[in-house]
T-cell receptor, first 108, second 115 residues
Framework: DAKTTQPPSMDCAEGRAANLPCNHS???????VYWYRQIHSQGPQYIIHGLKNNETNEMASLIITEDRKSSTLILPHATLRDTAVYYCIVVTGNQFYFGTGTSLTVIP | GAVVSQHPSWVICKSGTSVKIECRSLDFQATTMFWYRQFPKQSLMLMAT?????????EQGVEKDKFLINHASLTLSTLTVTSAHPEDSSFYIC???????????FGEGSRLTVL
């Protein structure tokens, strides 16, 4: 079962930063937070993952609160191609259980 | 990066027939692969964990005799939907992981339509 809570939808202006929140208040100490996104009718695409520290890669940044009960995915300069459903996943063992995700719409 | 490939990407079949979907890890060996199902406007639902050389582990509520999983090699897992019915029409997605912890790579998905 998914252990995360995300807002169902968000809008973001093109060129602005998109900040997608995720609550995972029951996360355990050895569980990672992963972010994926899915564009319509395609397989999910990996974005980033982290355990305790903030992480950054060429796609996004992941900010994890000190108590690890929530995190935020940041797309620094959203483009129209970033319109997708974004999933925050807390990984238990080897299984990835998807929640309902956030449908992000980037507006021109 | 690692790639997971599925075949076929789209299949239409008659009710009562069986359909096989293949999932391959193209440049890494995967002792474990995962099968998901996704209905329109819904999230991905984990169906089963496919273990190379042993029986698959099915999630609660998923019929193992309906959805046969075979993981015969380190690069190939197959999902067979047996005696398909229209309600089995869905988007089936496989995934595989090279190392733990690490990225879970997803295939492109296979859309099944049962008439």
């Amino acid at each position: 079962d998914a252990k995360t809570t995300q807002p169902p939808s968000m809008d973001c202006a093109e060129g602005r930063a998109a900040n997608l929140p995720c609550n995972h208040s029951t996360i355990s100490g050895n569980e990672y937070v992963y972010w994926y996104r899915q564009i319509h009718s395609q397989g999910p695409q990996y974005i980033i993952h982290g355990l305790k520290n903030n992480e950054t890669n060429e796609m996004a940044s992941l900010i994890i609160t000190e108590d690890r009960k929530s995190s935020t995915l940041i797309l620094p300069h959203a483009t129209l191609r970033d319109t997708a459903v974004y999933y925050c996943i807390v990984v238990t063992g080897n299984q990835f259980y998807f929640g309902t995700g956030t449908s992000l719409t980037v507006i021109p | 990066g690692a790639v997971v490939s599925q075949h076929p990407s789209w299949v239409i079949c008659k009710s009562g027939t069986s359909v096989k979907i293949e999932c391959r890890s193209l440049d890494f060996q995967a002792t474990t692969m995962f099968w998901y199902r996704q209905f329109p406007k819904q999230s991905l639902m984990l169906m089963a964990t496919s273990n190379e050389g042993s029986k698959a582990t099915y999630e609660q509520g998923v019929e193992k005799d309906k959805f046969l999983i075979n993981h015969a090699s380190l690069t190939l897992s197959t999902l067979t939907v047996t005696s398909a019915h229209p309600e089995d029409s869905s988007f089936y997605i496989c995934s595989a992981r090279e190392v733990n912890p690490g990225e879970l790579f997803f295939g492109e998905g296979s859309r099944l339509t049962v008439l």
